[in-house]
Structure formats: structure tokens, C-alpha cells
């Protein structure tokens, strides 16, 4: 199993600005994933985060908008970046485990943008 | 149309009534899962499946491969089953954590 933890639980941000949400995983993995969920929307994939090469986006995200790091197997960031109002979702990080049995999500940070 | 429809949208029920929850796509996968995500907004992984039926405690889930379809069961339902159920599939071929998702389903268990 894998237990993850994200940081900030919550943050309210003004128009403009970039925050950063830190993704923690108790065990190594190899991919990581960044979701997005909009108000009463359902999950959207934003990036697929590989350790030691450039995320992969899916279509409508981009890496100026999303920078992604992934410094180790255990480890990632998501920044969301020159926020607006549109910017508010709940913003999940995942990792699916060898065998992709099961998928694990992150307790989410829910992100407010004035 | 969604890839992925779940029914009903919401769903309230009284505390031990058994519970249903459909889900169809469209396109041909290689895994489906049932997620459970709490007001707080944090998911739970319940089932991943990709044939035949699973259970675990009170919850069954079942997939039909030929009908594209899937049922998440709720046997003797309490008010802390009270949350959103999401369906969601990978398709064949991609990568593992590439999912499509479904709407939800809200549940209200009432005591």
C-alpha cells in the first residue's frame, strides 16, 4: 500500500499569484499524477509526473500554466501558476503502485482563488 | 457523450437499505475502479477490477466486460457510507493512473 500526503491541506490565493502543493509518498514509486477536480466536475488527469525526466501533460495543460518537479521517487510538486478564479478545484496527487492494482490518491488540496 | 455514465446521480437512502450504483463506458478498457471520496475531498481506492465480481466487508462490486457496464453494491448501508462514488476506467493500452472518470454518484445514508 502507499500512504500519501499533501501539503497545503487548503489555501485561499489571490488573482495572480502561483502556489506551490507539495505531494509526499511513504514509499517509492516510479509514476506520480497530478489531478484536477472543478467545482462539482469530476477528476481530470494533468500531468503524469516521471522521476528523473520531464512530466508528461495531457491535453488542455500546459507547463507554464503547471510546473511539475519530480527531484526523487518519493517526492513531487505541483505549482499552479498566475492563478485566476478558474484556478479553483481540488488538486489531487496519485500514484498507482507496481501492478496497478490498486490506484492511491492524497487527501487533496483545496485551492480558492479570489 | 461522457466516456464514462454513472447512475443515479444522487442517491438517498435510509440507514440498512441495500444500495446500487451503475456505471457504463464506451470504450474498451483494461481496468475499472470505485473510488469513495469524502466531503473533505480525499479518495479512497474501494475495487479495481477488470473481470468478474470483488467484495469486500458490506461493498460487491461487479463488472460485465461484453456490456461495458458495472454495479457497486451496498449491502446494509449506514450514514457513514454517506459519500461520492466515482467510477473510473483505464483504457486498454495506457498507462496505469490514466483514468477517465465519471461524474459521481452522491449518496445521503440517513439514520
Known amino acids: 500500500s502507499a500512504v500519501i500526503s499533501q501539503k497545503p491541506s487548503r489555501d485561499i490565493c489571490q488573482r495572480g499569484t502561483s502556489l506551490t502543493i507539495q505531494c509526499q509518498v511513504d514509499?517509492?514509486?516510479?509514476?506520480m499524477f497530478w489531478y484536477r477536480q472543478q467545482p462539482g466536475q469530476s477528476l481530470t488527469l494533468i500531468a503524469t509526473?516521471?522521476?528523473?525526466?520531464?512530466?508528461?501533460?495531457e491535453s488542455g495543460f500546459v507547463i507554464d500554466k503547471f510546473p511539475i518537479s519530480r527531484p526523487n521517487l518519493t517526492f513531487s510538486t505541483l505549482t499552479v501558476s498566475n492563478m485566476s478564479p478558474e484556478d479553483s478545484s481540488i488538486y489531487l496527487c496519485?500514484?498507482?503502485?507496481?501492478?496497478?492494482?490498486?490506484?492511491?490518491f492524497g487527501p487533496g488540496t483545496r485551492l480558492t482563488v479570489l | 457523450k461522457n466516456e464514462v455514465e454513472q447512475s443515479p446521480q444522487n442517491l438517498t437512502a435510509q440507514e440498512g437499505e441495500f444500495i446500487t450504483i451503475n456505471c457504463s463506458y464506451s470504450?474498451?478498457?483494461?481496468?475499472l475502479h470505485w473510488l469513495q471520496q469524502h466531503p473533505g475531498g480525499g479518495i479512497v481506492s474501494l475495487f479495481m477490477?477488470?473481470?468478474g465480481k470483488k467484495k469486500h466487508g458490506r461493498l460487491i462490486a461487479t463488472i460485465n466486460i461484453q456490456e461495458k457496464h458495472s454495479s457497486l453494491h451496498i449491502t446494509a448501508s449506514h450514514p457513514r457510507d454517506s459519500a461520492v462514488y466515482i467510477c473510473a476506467v483505464r483504457r486498454g493500452g495506457t498507462s496505469y493512473g490514466k483514468l477517465t472518470f465519471g461524474q459521481g454518484t452522491i449518496l445521503t445514508v440517513h439514520p
Open positions: 496519485s500514484v498507482a503502485l507496481t501492478g496497478g492494482d490498486t490506484q492511491y
Open positions: 514509499s517509492q514509486v516510479t509514476m
Open positions: 477490477l477488470s473481470s
Open positions: 470504450v474498451g478498457i483494461s481496468a
Open positions: 509526473a516521471n522521476q528523473g525526466s520531464e512530466a508528461t501533460y
